[in-house]
């Protein structure tokens, strides 16, 4: 990419960046793994020290409506969503098993039954999601555990891979033998995320798992410097989105709206386009059931970036 036009991305960019702060814009998805991506590297998601850790239960049940808490489960809620990638991050592994269990808002894990514990699937387009609630801390020895997710995560027909997610911001990190690991087979870092509070005064994080396995379809890689999705309003949206998106060069470009099995719902914008900011207005059927969907900018055949929406 030559100078003129970097620096031309990188203000547009940054203009955009700050039209979305002053008018209170806050981003609920994004990937601690992006600026890796985008530039064409790629982090392979790394094994957690403690491994599979005492607590592991097997043959846990599929979540119904992506909800691995209950409604009524104690504690703040809390929404994990991601992209299944293959190790150089240029396609997505559709139908990964993602086994994953954690502590209730008290610390405890449930050692009887399946109280937050539960399996999940990729979809067709890679994407997964679920609900719960943050995971308290408890005593490991003479300090606390920082909050923590575990996964099981199994592509078809390729080894599982197990580790923990860790979140920003907790004082626990730094004095933890497994999340405090800066390098190597067990590096945590791109393991600890950050957590947004989204119009449902819900916290979201997004980390996108980059392990070993066949992909059907070449979705979604990031590529940041042909275009760029900078949001969904409203969101949650109940008649009407407007998508608010960038392109970088003269370009086929079409946005396409996925729900979470992954099927198709909608295409907007199908056209030749040249490099400026644009916005695509989205009037779904009246009957679109409430739920999540996926917003995806497609260039040129390539899926190059996506945003998380929420029908209600």
């Not at 730094?174 to 989204?198: E, F």
Request: aromatic fraction near 10%.
């Amino acid at each position: 990419m030559n100078s003129n036009k970097e620096n031309s991305r990188r203000q547009f960019l940054r203009n955009t960046a700050l039209a979305s702060l002053s008018a209170g814009f806050i981003p609920v998805i994004g990937s601690a793994a992006a600026p890796d991506n985008a530039s064409g590297g790629c982090d392979p998601t790394t094994l957690d020290a403690y491994g599979q850790g005492p607590f592991y239960t097997a043959n846990a049940p599929t979540l119904t409506d992506n909800q691995l808490a209950l409604a009524n489960e104690p504690g703040t809620r809390l929404v994990i969503s991601g992209v299944v990638r293959t190790l150089d991050c240029s396609l997505v592994i559709p139908n990964t098993l993602i086994d994953v269990w954690h502590a209730n808002d008290a610390g405890a894990y449930d050692t009887v039954g399946y109280n937050l514990r539960g399996i999940t699937y990729s979809n067709a387009q890679g994407f997964y999601i679920f609900e719960t609630i943050l995971p308290g801390k408890y005593l490991n020895g003479a300090s606390y555990r920082p909050r923590h997710i575990h996964f099981r995560i199994t592509p078809p027909g390729f080894p599982t891979l197990i580790t923990q997610l860790y979140f920003e911001g907790d004082t626990d990190i730094a004095g933890d033998a497994a999340a405090s690991v800066t390098s190597g087979t067990y590096d945590a870092t791109k393991r600890i995320i950050p957590l947004t509070l989204n119009a449902e005064n819900k916290y979201e994080g997004t980390w996108d798992i980059v392990v070993n396995g066949s992909a059907t379809t070449a979705l979604p890689d990031l590529h940041l410097d042909k275009g760029m999705l900078y949001q969904a309003t409203p969101n949650p949206f109940s008649t009407v989105v407007q998508i608010h998106y960038g392109i970088f060069e003269p370009a086929q470009v079409a946005l396409q709206i996925f729900d979470i099995r992954g099927a198709l719902m909608a295409t907007l914008d199908e056209q030749y386009l040249t490099p400026q900011k644009y916005v695509a207005i989205w009037h779904p059927d009246r009957m679109l059931p409430a739920g999540v969907y996926f917003i995806a900018l497609r260039i040129n055949d390539l899926q190059v970036h996506y945003v998380k929406t929420m029908k209600i």
